[in-house]
């Protein structure tokens, strides 16, 4: 994607819930990093400080953390018009515990914290934008914490290929597996089991 078409990308994003000045937008505009990753490449890795927050321009992240036996727990999928960073360490300046990694060839747009207080300061705006960003992040992990205590794997595996089918079609059955938190021969079977119903 052109960078050109990046910034539309964000501003559309952000229009959502602010409106800015043209002069508001070209500066918003300054204060962002483009960042290019290969696939496999980490943004984030635990025990680093989340330095930046990203938005998606094109291209597919996974955040995840690892247990004692390696294996990984995926806390969300993140594709094109979507921000995503380890928001505790970002703003506490704390170790991550988790990694973000690409699943594609991915390209961002990241704001340091820097110029995110910077932006606080010249924008006040942006804490409304923010808030809003952020209390939808915690009501799905809030919902998602739910649904991992009163629904069945398939329940989940449903609600998310209903809620998301263009990030289905682009991850591994591994990751999706890893995600609703099932293992990947459990989550074939519920896929044969929905297949097999659906058939009859």
Known sequence: MEFKDAHHLILNNVSRFIELTDLEKRRFISLLKEVRVKKKDFLLQEGDVAKYEYFITKGCVKAYTLDMAGTQHISMFGIEDYWTTDMASFISREPSVSF????????????????????????????????????????????RTNHGISL?????????????????????????????????????MIKAKIKKRSAT
């Open 152 to 188: 069945t794997a398939e329940e989940r595996y449903l609600r998310f290929k209903e809620k998301y089918p263009q990030i289905v079609k682009r991850i591994k059955q591994k990751d999706l597996a890893a995600y609703i938190g099932v293992t990947p021969e459990f989550m074939s």
């Open 100 to 143: 973000i990694e690409a699943l594609e060839d991915t390209e961002l747009l990241a704001i340091s914290r820097t110029n995110y207080e910077l932006l606080f300061k010249e924008i006040p705006q942006f804490e409304k934008f923010y808030r809003i960003l952020y209390q939808r992040s915690l009501m799905n992990y809030i919902l």
